[in-house]
């Protein structure tokens, strides 16, 4: 319980003090002029240490650079999205509140900074604002600070883009795969006739292919972790089945037999990692397992040579879509579309495709009208009408 007493200060007026042990158990005394304000924080402090809300004035001077950094190195990230959620603290974040002590952050601060990222784009400035509300919440747990400031009725957090997917036209596919050099020619096939993600492709090897059972299993994916290039799980850690169609397992033998899997070791999921070999289809003219960086300069390159302007929504991910978008024009169900492409959630699948799956109201007449096909089910006798 905290207590009131009053002294002489050096200036020979009266002073208040207010001491008090925190919930560590440690000591605090803090001093006022006027007894009201004193009296009103020892009330203050009693109620907040009931309340599990007492935050110690002291420990808000910890900066959000050096709290940002512990509770960076404390996330169960991957590799890849810890060096980009290290990046964009680096490039957008810590040029403004780096230095700042957590308890000088306030929401006109963070609305002021989230102004400053008005230069990126939508999705970008939603994804970085979200790791500065984040890491204020960790601040608040940690009774570093009493509250969120990026998490207040005045701060508006900038909005995710709502553009629809717009799937490739089939017809890009062949003259794509033309345009690119023949080693990666078959990225295209196996982009749009499995649905994998960039990695995933990077990372499919020989033996995950089953020609007999025309099925392909996803194991693994190559990513970048600082700087370097390891193997790690499929996104959601979760391995899974592929049906194989004759034409893509025909681009795969074809490919193979005229470049040979690459015999590769790498890393598991960090640099130090233990160690995981793989004969991987894809690889440069080097012999080694690709770079995204440099296959996405590859990439665009191929996109101009077709008379195609690369945009955000025309790089790799957009075989993944039109695979996507040709099984549900085919009539195949949402959760069935969702395993193969390897989606945590069915719904994220449904919200993602929605406005590209077909118009069901035809088929739906035409499988309500043929219950009334034949003339007996739709026939009345005559002396049964009113």
Known sequence: MASVTSRVGRDGKARYDVRFRDPNGVQRKRSFARKRDAVDYAASVGTDKLRGAYVDR????????????????????????????????????????????????????????????????????????????????????????????????SVRRP??????????????????????????????????????????IFGLAFEDVDFLRREVTVRRQVQLADSQLVFAPPKYGKERT???????????????????????????????????????????????????????????????????????????HALRHLFASVLLDAGESIKVVSEYLGHSDPG??????????PDTRARSLRAIDAVFATNSAMDVPSDRLA
């Open 58 to 153: 002291n420990a808000g001077r910890e900066t959000f650079r050096t709290f940002a950094d512990r509770w960076l190195a404390a996330q169960m990230f991957a590799p890849s999205t810890r060096t980009r959620v290290a990046s964009d603290l680096r490039n957008h974040i810590y040029p403004t509140l780096g230095d700042k002590p957590l308890s000088a952050i306030k929401p006109s601060t963070v609305q002021a900074w989230a102004r400053s990222l008005s230069s990126l784009a939508p999705n970008t400035q939603h994804q970085i604002f979200g790791y500065v509300g984040t890491i204020l919440s960790a601040a608040v747990d940690d009774q570093l600070v009493t509250r969120n400031a990026a998490r207040t009725p």
């Open 159 to 200: 909005r995710k883009d709502k553009t629809r997917i717009r799937p490739w036209p089939r017809e890009r596919v062949p003259v794509l795969a033309q345009a690119l050099p023949d080693r990666y020619a078959v990225v295209v096939a196996i982009g749009a006739g499995l649905g994998l993600r960039q990695g995933e």
């Open 242 to 316: 592929i049906p194989l169609a004759p034409h893509v397992a025909d681009a795969l033998a074809a490919h193979v037999a005229r470049i040979p899997p690459l015999q590769c070791t790498l890393p598991w999921v960090e640099p130090a990692g233990r160690l995981e070999a793989a004969s991987l289809i894809c690889s440069t003219r080097e012999h080694k397992p690709i770079n995204r960086n440099y296959f996405n300069t590859v990439w665009r390159k191929a996109l101009i040579r077709i008379g195609v302007t690369p945009t955000r929504q025309d790089g790799c």
């Open 348 to 357: 994220f699948t449904l919200r993602t495709y929605t406005h590209v799956m």
